[in-house]
């Protein structure tokens, strides 16, 4: 009955999710008693801005400047995550939008030369370890699945004269976007200036240092497009049965098989 019951409010969000027939009734307290606790967490924020209600918070979770942080619904911010909003713009989480432990998501490294933005879409999943800066801008679609490490740089540091000490000689600043439904893989670096078309898949490790096409499959040091993922054209927030977001990924899985 409790599985029964879980399925069918998950599948508000996910309509093709199943639980695995190995996780049993016990497990799934143990899961609901956890994201209580993150919950619980988010109520302390009612005293500082304007609390969203489905914010879910793991352990030693920072928020700096939080007025400029705006949270969408169902966001998860697992443990050991920071967030920092100092910058031009505030920093938006899309709805449904998970970030994995002791990533660090922060617009501004200096008080001389603020940055500009980072803008996460809805149904978004980000695992452990990732930076995201936001110095020249960053923007993440919807529907994106990315891997543990993931890192974004949009700034440069300027070098090009030699009787001036690098750390002194300031930055450049494009930004970086990415479109949406892509898979990154672990690893991933992706520096100033790319654009990354919609339904896209990054391989583990490649580091991106020019824009891509859309459905095009990445890899590589630098990074080069591959082959063609000749991927479903990407609809916005279609849940039918053939056309939600994770049936498209697992169908760029089987052509890459």
């Known amino acids: 009955m409790l599985k029964s019951s879980l399925t069918t409010l998950i599948r508000l969000k996910n309509p093709s999710f199943v639980f695995d027939s190995a996780v049993t009734s016990s497990i799934i307290l143990e899961l609901l008693f956890l994201k209580f606790r993150c919950w619980l967490r988010s109520l302390k924020l009612m005293l500082h801005f304007n609390y969203q209600p489905t914010l879910f918070l793991g352990k030693h979770v920072q928020l700096q400047y939080r007025k400029w942080i705006q949270f969408g619904k169902w966001n998860q911010l697992e443990d050991y995550v920071s967030v920092s909003a100092l910058g031009k713009m ?7 939008v998970r970030i ?10 200096s008080f ?11 149904n978004v999943g980000i ?6 800066g936001g110095g020249g801008g960053l923007e993440i679609g919807d529907d994106c699945i990315i891997g543990q ?8 540091h300027n070098f090009q004269d030699t009787q001036q000490l ?27 200036g790319v654009t990354i078309g919609d339904n896209c898949v990054l391989a583990a490790g490649a580091v991106v240092t020019k824009s891509m096409p859309a459905n095009t499959v ?10 063609s993922t ?23 899985k089987d052509q890459l098989n």
């Not at 049965?241 to 994770?246: D, M, N």
């Open 90 to 96: 505030p920093i938006q989480f899309g709805n449904n």
């Open 100 to 109: 994995g432990a002791f990533s660090r998501i922060i617009t501004s490294t």
């Open 112 to 122: 001389n030369n603020i940055g500009c933005s980072i803008k996460i879409g809805h």
């Open 127 to 132: 695992g452990e370890f990732a930076y995201l």
């Open 149 to 156: 490490y993931f890192s974004c740089h949009p700034e440069n």
């Open 166 to 192: 690098i750390r002194l000689q300031g930055v450049t600043r494009k930004g970086i976007k990415i479109g949406n439904n892509c898979w990154i893989g672990a690893k991933v670096t992706i520096l100033d």
């Open 218 to 227: 990445i890899g590589g040091i630098p990074a080069k497009a591959l082959k």
């Open 230 to 252: 000749t991927a479903t054209k990407f609809t916005p927030h279609t849940y039918s049965e053939k056309g939600t977001p994770i049936a498209l990924i697992q169908g760029l």
